[in-house]
């Protein structure tokens, strides 16, 4: 091992998860660090009695060295080409890099990747990255060389969009924008539907990638259906709606911005479509009185919970928004309800979900259990991977 990487060692019998390659070393676990380290040096692991278990990004805080390896070597280029080139075959092998319905799609995937800290979604030719750690950001220019080597005539730019996603306290001063290439190329499409792209300043990377298969689910259960899109964002799922044959789509969202970007959706797919509607208002408000109005409902808010602080709060409100949905549904309607919080496990989740039809005094019945699609891996190491839980409901 490199001499100028720091080793840091683990107490005894806090090197069990590591040993088992969960991706994450706690500060809770660490022993000591033989000598000065900053945020997003490379750090090699070692446990109590001195066995190498891996080396990753040092970051201060609660999880103190990401793992990008867990065999002792230095990466150098050949090392990430080699990891990105992986995760890039397996969306071929999902048959997304050439497909010509649909264009948008997640690239890296973080630790279901084997690069924790590192996420990059696809936008038909711009690749749009988010480094959640110091030390994945220190080498974006090295990797965003390599990307455009591996696809080619499939490059067209890369977006840094990490200004919001690293962490604070490192003081990088970062700000958005093209690190390689240009383009104003962002129109793209999903199975067939098009849909404008804001990764300037839309959440996340600009769409919610991760819902892709579960929209086209919906699509199988809108017909003739009055469907009510809350937390609608770019109006992803009210498109798929009314491709569906809904019979009328309502699309609700705090935020304008997210109405306008709706709107604009909308219309590119159905220009003039006489049955979509949309508000910009309060979710919990609008839900107060919509009895009877609508047979499918879409529940898809932002993560309630973020930080484990949180997740009583957060399993409230999802009890709370079910179970208005449940109370006032029409007999017979389809529920689409989800949790993208990471902290919120799938089985939490469902008890809130249960606690709120439980409340409602209508029988539920469940249809579907959702998750993210697959090109979001999972490592299965690294269950904390799984962060989308979606659920379809039949309510009598």
Not at 187 to 207: A, P
Not at 268 to 281: E, G, K, L, R, Y
Not at 291 to 313: C, N, Q, S, V, W
């Amino acid at each position: 091992m490199d001499n100028n990487i720091v080793s840091l060692i683990l107490k005894s019998g806090k090197d069990q998860s590591v040993k088992r390659f969960h991706p994450w070393v706690f500060s809770g676990a660490i022993k000591k660090i033989n000598g000065p380290v900053s945020e997003g040096d490379l750090v090699s692991v070692y446990s109590n009695q001195h066995e190498f278990l891996g080396i990753g990004h040092y970051q201060p805080g609660s999880i103190a060295v990401r793992i990008i390896s867990f065999i002792e070597s230095i990466p150098n280029k050949d090392f990430w080409y080699s990891k990105i080139d992986n995760a890039i075959n397996l969306r071929n092998k999902l048959r997304l890099l050439n497909n010509n319905e649909t264009n948008v799609f997640r690239l890296i995937n973080a630790e279901g990747d084997g690069l924790p800290g590192l996420i990059i979604d696809y936008y038909n030719g711009v690749a749009v990255m988010q480094m959640h750690s110091v030390g994945m950001y220190l080498i974006r220019e090295q990797l965003a060389e390599i990307l455009k080597e591996i696809l080619g005539n499939k490059f067209l730019a890369v977006y840094d969009k990490s200004e919001k996603t690293l962490p604070f306290k490192a003081n990088l001063s970062n700000k958005n924008g093209f690190i390689l290439g240009d383009s104003e190329n962002n129109i793209v499409k999903e199975y067939g539907l098009q849909f404008k792209i804001d990764w300037e300043s839309g959440q996340k990377t600009g769409f919610f990638i991760d819902q892709r298969e579960n929209r086209e689910l919906l699509k199988k259960y809108a017909d003739k259906r009055d469907v009510l899109n809350m937390f609608c964002y770019t109006g992803g799922f009210s498109v798929y709606a009314l491709q569906g044959g809904a019979k009328s789509v309502h699309s609700v969202d705090s935020s304008a911005r997210a109405i306008d970007m709706t709107e604009e959706n909308i219309s590119i797919n159905f220009p003039d479509v006489p049955n979509h509607t949309s508000f910009a208002t309060d979710a919990f408000d609008y839900l107060k009185d919509i009895k009877d109005k609508y047979d499918l409902i879409i529940l898809d808010p932002p993560a309630f919970a973020k930080h484990r602080e949180t997740l009583g709060r957060a399993l409230k409100g999802y009890k709370r928004i079910n179970a208005r949905a449940f109370e006032q549904i029409r007999p017979g309607g389809i529920v689409f309800t989800f949790s993208c919080s990471q902290v919120v496990s799938k089985e939490k989740f469902r008890e809130a979900v249960f606690s709120a039809a439980a409340i409602s005094g209508r029988n539920v019945r469940i249809l579907n259990q959702l998750t993210q699609p697959a090109d979001h891996p999972v490592n299965i190491y690294h269950l904390e991977g799984e962060y989308l839980k979606g659920l379809v409901l039949y309510v009598e």
